[in-house]
């Protein structure tokens, strides 16, 4: 009895692309959030119902409270549906679809990380280190509950999902690209050009932390002194320079994206000495910042007040107009950080 020795034929498993599905969910369980909101109209954290003052600051400011439930819904929840196209075989959506999810999930991504954010995020990474290390101080005298509010947590969330679909969209653009990549994303063009942007994203920080250390110094740079003297009295003065230092590390920080140590441990480090640095151990934290540093900036510059502070000649706000150009610079060093460093 004769048998049939051929295998069967196997199905190719086709396995969701983990980034755009978490991405997925992400948006798509916050919109459902923001849908009940929109329904019972409690629960929406940037109009007058928030807890704070500042709830609807920067580019909120020009979204209608009593719309805000329903636009977030609608954004979050289609922004879903262009995560979950980004799932399937590299073959799938057709060509003809690419360019419009692109443009979309794009549109969502800049929206979510840029225009939700505001200057709130980067104000909590800016204070993050001090408040940790001088909370068993009783240093500096905050309210912890008016700093860590919901409307805070939402933004971050927002800047999460943001982040969440621009990985999931930049992973799809590259299965699905026809023919060789461009020249400018080699290792060796990244590596040249990625050098520029680091050290463009290292300069500007340290011109906003001379200003606070210019304070620090007694020169009343950018202000009266009778201002200079009352930061004095009430200990503001140390909060500044405590703010100076933070940028001056994310410089150095920054400086690691083009340097041999962003890229192997150095060797004073016990256990992790001459180890790989995990790329995604760079990657995520600089984009964060980048972020979180060009919604700042977007926020300080559309601020009516920002205006009459530089026509009035406050040399202080002065190294926050170039916030912009901080954060691109800083995402295109930490994108030629990527593109030296991928598989």
């Keep these: 009895m ?14 969701p ?20 909101s929109a329904r019972t109209g409690a629960g929406y954290p940037f109009g007058a119902n928030a807890p704070d003052a500042d709830g609807a600051t920067g580019l909120l400011r020009l979204l209608p409270a009593s719309a805000g439930p329903s636009v977030f819904a609608a954004v ?26 692109t443009a979309y999930a794009a549109t969502v991504a800049l929206t979510l990380a840029v225009a939700v954010p505001g200057m709130r995020v980067l104000a909590l990474l800016g204070y993050a280190p001090m408040l940790i290390l001088g909370a068993p101080f009783g240093w500096p ?33 590259r299965r699905t690209a026809l023919g060789p ?27 906003y932390a001379l200003t606070r250390f210019a304070w620090l110094a007694g020169i009343p740079l950018g202000m009266p002194e009778e201002a200079l003297a009352e930061m004095r009295a009430d200990g503001a003065i140390w909060v500044g320079a405590g703010l100076g ?59 009516p007040q920002f205006a ?10 002065l190294p926050m107009v170039l916030w912009p150009v901080w954060a691109v610079a800083l995402a295109a060093a930490t994108y030629a950080y990527q593109l030296r460093r991928r598989p």
Excluded: C, H, K
Aim: glycine share 10%; hydrophobic share 60%.
């Design 308 to 317: 009459d502070m530089v026509r009035a000649g406050d040399a202080g706000v």
């Design 17 to 36: 692309e983990p980034t755009a599905t978490l991405a997925a969910a992400w948006l798509g369980g916050w919109g459902v959030l923001a849908l009940l």
């Design 2 to 15: 004769p048998t049939n020795t051929s295998a069967p034929a196997r199905r190719d498993r086709i396995r």
């Design 76 to 101: 979050l929840l289609t922004g879903a549906l262009a995560a979950l196209a980004m799932t399937g075989p590299a073959g799938w959506p057709p060509r003809s679809l690419r360019a419009p999810i």
């Design 245 to 303: 230092l933070f940028a001056v590390a994310g410089a150095v920080l920054t400086l690691g994206l083009v340097a041999r140590w962003g890229e192997r441990f150095p060797r004073w480090l016990p256990g992790l000495a001459g180890r790989r640095v995990p790329v995604l151990l760079a990657v995520i934290p600089a984009g964060l910042v980048a972020l979180a540093v060009l919604a700042a900036g977007l926020d300080v510059l559309a601020a």
């Design 181 to 207: 990549a461009p020249g400018w994303t080699s290792p060796r063009s990244a590596a040249r050009w990625g050098r520029w942007a680091a050290w463009t994203a290292a300069a500007i920080p340290v011109l």
């Design 141 to 173: 005298p905050v309210d912890y509950a008016q700093v860590f509010t919901w409307p805070l947590f939402a933004r971050l969330v927002a800047l999460a999902g943001g982040m969440l679909l621009a990985a999931a969209l930049l992973r799809w653009r």
